[in-house]
């Protein structure tokens, strides 16, 4: 077990709460204490729950040259009856896990990930907001340190832990978004880093990311790398397509993230008795989908925005509407029973939640 410092921060320097949740936002608002964790010397030590305070870091250290990072997000939910409820952390600390090994970086082990974030959002509960569609994000992440310059892996890491209350990832809320199919610039490619957490996948979203942001889109749709025919993913998320009662969703083929998000939809689905395909889809069987009407849902999956109905695709200087623009039967029963399960409102079948111990 990890032993884990606690430093306390003395009352009058304690952070004011929210005064509204609908004005949260999403990631602008930190809470009072942060995990800590250093690599040196071939262990993990100095381990320490502290005040959220700047990093000090060396100039030359490899994250700021090569960008030696991985992170991860997931939540924390209060529920009605005033538990306090994580959804997955160990399939999180997995995932980060294999992020670390494909980045070449030393990896923070799973139970003492699991453990650093269920004493620090035990800590801040306090922070978790109660209203419906608010929950506390959590923001794990991991960099290379060190003092010189050089292509190589770090020999120096820091895990740490920063905890946010968020309302909804997306501005409009659990309504259809409109998404921006990118057909010039890719996000990743086979054989590269595309299904670990990094963050030069996301810096490589930038540009499409604005360009479809000033369009009056919220998110890109990705195309495949090779030949721009093959759907991958949304920017923050996992898609999926409706077809009647089938769902279909890209494949894991290595330049896709494997959201745990996506994985639970997938489990659920199937317990609902709905089929799943997680197959190669193309950008041109999508179209023909919606021209036949035999396409008639569509919605993206992932931790921040939970899911996401998507009302429209615009390709090729054309917009496409799916479902009239409106939530369908199946996004919505599916958006309900995971929701239900985070916020502790039915019988977890799966196992997935985590409680607790609530000092509320």
């Known amino acids: ?43 993990w030590g100095e ?137 010039d610039y890719v996000r990743a490619v086979v054989g590269g880093v595309g299904d670990a957490k990094t963050g030069g996948n996301y810096a490589a979203s930038l540009m499409a990311g604005a360009k479809a942001a000033e369009k009056g889109f919220s998110q890109v749709l990705w195309l495949d790398a090779k030949e721009r025919k093959y759907i991958e993913e949304v920017g923050a998320m996992n898609i999926f397509f409706v077809f009647g009662n089938k769902l279909i969703t890209p494949n894991l083929n290595g330049s896709i993230l494997p959201g745990i998000t996506r994985a639970s939809v997938i489990e659920l689905a199937h317990s609902l008795n709905y089929e799943v395909e997680e197959r190669p889809i193309m950008i041109d069987e999508v179209m023909q989908g919606l021209a036949d009407g035999t396409l008639t849902e569509s919605f993206g999956s992932g931790t921040a925005a939970v899911i996401s109905p998507v009302g429209s695709l615009y390709y090729r200087e054309h917009d496409y509407q799916i479902n009239n623009a409106q939530v369908g039967k199946t996004t919505g029963e599916l958006y309900q029973k995971l929701t239900d399960l985070q916020y502790g409102r039915i019988l977890d079948q799966f196992g997935w939640v985590k409680e607790i111990l609530s000092h509320l």
């Open 47 to 183: 381990a320490k729950i502290s005040k959220y305070q700047p990093f000090q870091i060396n100039p030359a250290s490899v994250v700021l040259h090569y960008s030696q990072e991985i992170f991860e997000g997931l939540k924390a939910y209060h529920a009605d009856d005033g538990r306090v409820l994580l959804f997955r952390p160990e399939e999180n600390a997995k995932r980060m896990y294999h992020s670390a090994e494909r980045i070449c970086m030393v990896p923070f082990p799973v139970e003492d990930f699991v453990q650093a974030v269920t004493e620090l959002v035990e800590l801040e509960q306090h922070w978790i907001p109660k209203e419906n569609g608010t929950s506390l994000y959590i923001r794990p992440a991991l960099v290379g340190l060190g003092s010189a310059l050089g292509v190589h892996p770090a020999d120096e890491y820091l895990f740490f832990v920063i905890l946010s209350p968020v309302a909804a990832y997306f501005k409009e809320g659990f309504k259809p978004i409109k998404l921006y199919v990118e057909n």
């Open 1 to 43: 077990m990890l032993q884990i410092n606690l430093e306390k921060i003395a009352p009058a320097e304690l952070k004011p709460l929210y005064a509204d949740p609908a004005q949260l936002g999403f990631g602008k608002v930190f809470t009072d204490y942060m995990f800590t964790a250093y690599y040196r010397n071939g262990k």
